[in-house]
Every structure is written in C-alpha cells, then in structure tokens.
C-alpha cells in the first residue's frame, strides 16, 4: 500500500481541526429534491459536519420562521416564491442558494434573487462534494477581505467583433469569473460587461480576459480600475456579506 504524502496527511489535519472548533453546525435546507438527490446532498454536506433538512408542505412560512445557512432548491414552478421568500426573510436573506437545475440556462429568469451556484443534472457526487467544499467558509460565515462569491446572473460580454450573452460563476470586487458556451476569446483581449446585482441598477464595466480554461467556454475577467462600477460592484459584495 502506498504511503499517504505528507502534505495530504497535514491538511486533513487542519481541516479536521477547524471542524472541531466550531461553534455551531450550519443548516442546510432541501427543497423539491428526489430522495435520491437528498441522500447525496446529506452525505456529502455531513462530511463537513453541516446538517441537512428536507423542507415541504408550508416552505414559505418555514423560511420565515426558522434559520437556515442555505439551501439545495429543485428550479421547478414554485422557484420564483421560494427564492423571493428566502431574499426578504429577516434572518434568511444572507443565506447560500445552490440551483439543481437541468441547465444551467434554467436559472437565468432568477438571477435577481442572487443564486450561488447551479448543478446540472444528472448529479455528480464527485461536483457536489466540490462545491460543498469550496463554499463551506461562505457557509461558517468566514469572509476573507477579498472574497469571491459564487453568484449566477446573466452577463453580456462585448467585444470589438460582437456580443455574447453568458453567465458569471463567483464575483469579486476586481473581477469574475464566466461560462460563454458560444465565445472563443483571448488572453489580454479588452471587453465590456454588462450585468443587473440582486437589487442594484444596471452595471456596466470595461474589462480584460486574465485566464481562459482549456475548454475555452469559462475564463476570468479582470475589472478596469476607477470605474463607477467597481464601487458598486464592492459595496454590493459589502452589503451582501454584511460588512457594512
């Protein structure tokens, strides 16, 4: 059997400190799931101590009345109440929202209510335990100073050729991240953004492509400086994280 390296063995350490510590286990809400969905949702959330609670019958008076750190929503016909309901309860509206959706193109309509990430179905247990893993700070309400947060809404991209229509993956305040399933840009190559935050006007940005994935559909983005909207962009982040 082939030894485990160090460096794995010194991280799990950490972590599993850091769970120790903790003073609370968050809760995580599930909402229109199939049993199947719950049980991978459960599994993967409880190896990081967070607890899960399958929501039906009355959701909306749930959501207001008890205290959730997120919640696993099913995009289906009741969304639009639901995520309303979530962004307006008093002690809910800062919670995580995670989409399960059967494109990601399925969520567009509820960019407003500022959802945190998608997964497309089929489910891959391998893609939710990373993401339970890359939100779980967001989750413990750990803010580093520059913070991304995973949040989709609807992106026009603008080139000196034409306009691409995709969607962000985390934003911060110098920069985000996009999938443009249609675009093939370049390293250094200059663009305009134009997206609608949760509750703000229109912001429009000028940027520069920093990185591009091999697959080429998602790339990172980095803000110009001294624009109107790198103010708004980070006192929206500010207000969201309630830092201000």
Known sequence: ????PENSLLQF??????????KFDPKIG?????????GLFEDCFKQ??????????AISLQLRQEKFDGIVLAVGGNTAEVLQTARTSSSNRRLLIFAVCKSRKDVL??????INATLEEPLDRQAVLKLVKATYPLILNE???YIRIPIVLEVQVGTEVTTHTGSSCELSAGGM????????LHIGEACSLTFSLPALATVHMSASVCWIRESGHTLGVKFSEGQEGCHQVK???????GIK
């Not at 350490?13 to 903790?22: A, G, N, P, V, Y």
């Not at 309509?109 to 500022?114: D, E, H, N, V």
């Open 1 to 4: 059997m082939s030894a485990i």
């Open 13 to 22: 350490e950490r972590e599993s400190r850091q769970l120790t510590k903790r």
């Open 30 to 38: 599930m909402i229109g799931l199939t049993w199947e969905q719950q």
């Open 48 to 57: 990081f101590r967070i607890q899960t609670l399958f929501i039906s019958g």
């Open 109 to 114: 309509p509820y960019t407003q209510y500022g």
């Open 143 to 145: 803010f580093r100073k």
């Open 177 to 184: 991240s996009l999938a443009i399933p249609s675009a093939r």
């Open 235 to 241: 006192k929206w982040l500010d207000e969201y994280l």
